[in-house]
């Protein structure tokens, strides 16, 4: 078999004959209650608690023998399992100490080998049918696989081991998940079960001669869609190009740094993928799934072939960049952004901007900052000009593609970038975005935390003009102690017959809409405008304080400037206000976003 594939189709009592050794640089264990509790229950549907010939099909276990042991190469997660489960049944029977005790011997040797003894008992343990050899595993098998009158209960390793690794704490969960399942059932039951369980599932395994050839057919068998994201096939690519066990362990620990970044700030691994594609290299738009094929074309097998260990630097460095952008809303120097902060304001599940901010990495902050301020003006006005999801997509990839080309570097270069592609997006929806403010309604808007993004976007345009400064977050904006006001109240009250048009056609529109100071909202509820007017003078907001307040006539400061040039002051509230106002609004707002200077 020195040079040839081996597949064979065997149970889980001819499985477990041989012993099993889960390699440094594999995954570790990953399962969860659901996995498990899935396991025992389809198991159980199969073929019960009493005696069954029916078999259960568990899938493809990869391996390579090495010195007559066999290292996993795919289906560790379900080995471990079952070696718990075998761990499991040994220490309920010996709880029960009922007739099934005597028949324990062809268990025990499930789960390890024994020295002989002169007795005929069986003797101490001299190795384990698995061995996780990976570090965060801390031995926690062999803690498990000891005699429970060795070891203690379960709850007894738990506090023997400190400074749990997750994956630790999943392999107690799960032996909790299996004691709990099987924990009141009687003794024969037990044994039943765990006589169809050797008996009766089985497993296909692949021994191959080599590690490259065990992940390649690991490749194969993922590539087909049978289970791994992208990203995770990439990592076994890795693996088949790596020279040594160094490089190996290498990869992996620096593989567990990039699913832990992509994992803190929620993430989509074949989104990440997809992205890390379009921000670094020549590439067309390529579907979800299409990222790991990308990689395996004639032209660009040698970006992870020629120097695996680069490559995962410059992807981890990624992740890094991603989790930065995406968790902490920053500079990759970890300086504030406020366009960032802003755009994440206006959508928490912003992403399509990252594929250009990404490959815009290695700007100067300066510059970087202001290519922010871009893309959350292009972002926004597609977002409220009604534009779709998948167009955003598409333009920040095109223009991903066009800046790696032409790699601007100062502003002017930069200026010229974001005129032909940022700018140039939105200048075409001008008419488009100022007939959707015109029209605008919490109705229209949806969302509350939208409306919020809307009227403090404008409301911070309006303050940095006032006070000759730029950059600014408008999340002082959002906070609680920043509310909805609707002038002409949500309930009619007093209003009823004093507003010269239907109630419900104008209290939601955006022009009957305003941020206001909570101190100052829980004042004014219904109460007639003369008398709201004297709230909102007292307001901070300028959006609001405008309502009530007159431009002066002999001062020329900046403020005054902004009241005169492009806010209203108000004398009375009804529909003609409303529209007045809401038109004033969209034209403040081709301002706010950058259509008209």
């Known amino acids: 078999m020195e040079n040839s594939i081996e597949s064979i189709e065997m149970n889980l009592n001819s499985l477990f004959h041989d012993f099993y050794r889960v390699p440094q640089y594999q995954r570790e264990y990953v399962w969860e209650y659901e996995q498990v509790q899935n396991l025992l229950e389809d198991a159980e549907e199969e073929f019960g608690t009493t005696t069954s ?61 024994f020295t002989d003894d002169p007795s005929g008992e069986i003797g101490s343990v001299k190795e384990f049918k698995v061995h996780l050899l990976y ?30 690794t997750k994956s630790v704490k999943r392999i107690i969960n799960t032996y909790r998940t299996i004691w709990s399942y099987m924990y009141s059932w009687s003794e ?11 008996n009766n599932v089985r497993v296909v395994r692949i021994v191959t001669p080599s590690e490259s050839g065990a992940l390649q057919i690991f490749e194969r068998i993922n590539s087909r869609g049978l289970g791994l994201d992208n990203l995770s096939l990439i990592k076994n690519l890795l693996f088949i190009n790596v020279r040594n066990n160094n490089e190996m362990e290498d990869i992996n620990i620096t593989w567990k740094d990039i699913t832990n970044n992509l994992e803190s700030c929620n993430e989509d691994p074949d989104r990440f993928l997809r992205y890390f594609i379009f921000s670094n290299y020549e590439s067309d738009i390529i579907k979800k799934r299409e990222a790991y094929s990308w990689f395996k074309k004639d032209f660009n097998k040698q970006i992870i072939e020629k120097n695996p260990i680069d490559f995962i630097k410059k992807l981890h460095k990624q992740s890094l960049f991603h989790n930065k952008l995406i968790k902490e809303k920053r500079n990759f120097d970890n300086t504030s952004n406020p366009y960032l902060e802003n755009l994440f304001y206006l959508n928490t599940s912003a992403r399509q901007p990252l594929i ?7 700007l100067p902050k300066d510059l970087f900052q202001y290519l922010s301020q871009w893309v959350e003006n292009y972002y926004a006005v597609n977002l409220l000009s009604g534009g779709r999801t998948n167009e955003l997509e598409g333009n920040f990839q095109k223009w991903a593609q066009i800046f790696l080309k032409e790699k601007p570097n100062n502003k ?19 008419d488009k975005f100022y007939n959707e403010f015109i029209n605008m309604s919490l109705t229209t808007i949806k969302t509350l935390s939208k409306l919020k993004y809307i009227l403090a976007k404008i409301e911070g345009y309006l303050y940095a003009k006032a006070n000759n400064v730029s950059n600014l977050s408008i999340g002082n904006y959002l906070n609680k102690n920043i509310t909805i006001e609707h ?52 307001s901070n907001i300028i959006l609001t304080k405008s309502i009530a307040r007159k431009p002066s006539g002999t001062k020329d400061t900046k403020i ?38």
């Open 356 to 362: 250009l901010l990404l490959a815009a990495r290695d």
């Open 188 to 198: 024969d039951q037990i044994w039943n079960f765990y006589l169809n369980f050797l």
């Open 135 to 164: 570090k965060d595993s801390q031995d926690i098998l062999e803690e498990i696989g000891k005699n429970p009158e060795e070891r203690g209960s379960i709850e007894d390793i738990d506090k023997k081991i400190t400074n749990k």
């Open 560 to 597: 005054d400037k902004i009241y005169k040039n492009c806010l209203i002051q108000f004398e009375k509230w009804d529909s003609v206000s409303i529209e007045k106002r809401q038109e004033m609004l969209a034209n403040v707002a081709l301002k706010t976003w950058g259509i008209i200077e």
């Open 412 to 430: 002017e270069q930069l200026d010229i970038f974001i005129n032909k592609t940022l700018k140039e997006k939105i200048l075409e929806k001008k």
């Open 487 to 538: 002038i002409l109240p949500e309930t009619e009250g007093i209003w009823r017959n004093k507003f010269d048009k239907p109630h419900k056609e104008y209290y939601q529109r955006l022009g009957n809409l305003t941020l206001l100071e909570d101190s100052i909202n829980s004042s004014l509820s219904n109460r007639e405008f003369e008398n709201k007017k004297k709230g909102y003078f007292d």
């Open 53 to 113: 010939t029916n078999n259960y099909f568990i899938g493809t276990m990869i391996t390579i023998l090495n010195n007559k042991k066999y290292d996993i190469i795919d289906g560790q997660q379900r080995l471990t399992t079952i070696f718990i489960f075998l761990c499991v049944v040994r220490d309920l029977l010996i709880m029960e100490k009922g007739k099934k005790i005597n028949d324990l011997q062809s268990l025990l040797c499930k789960i390890a080998n």
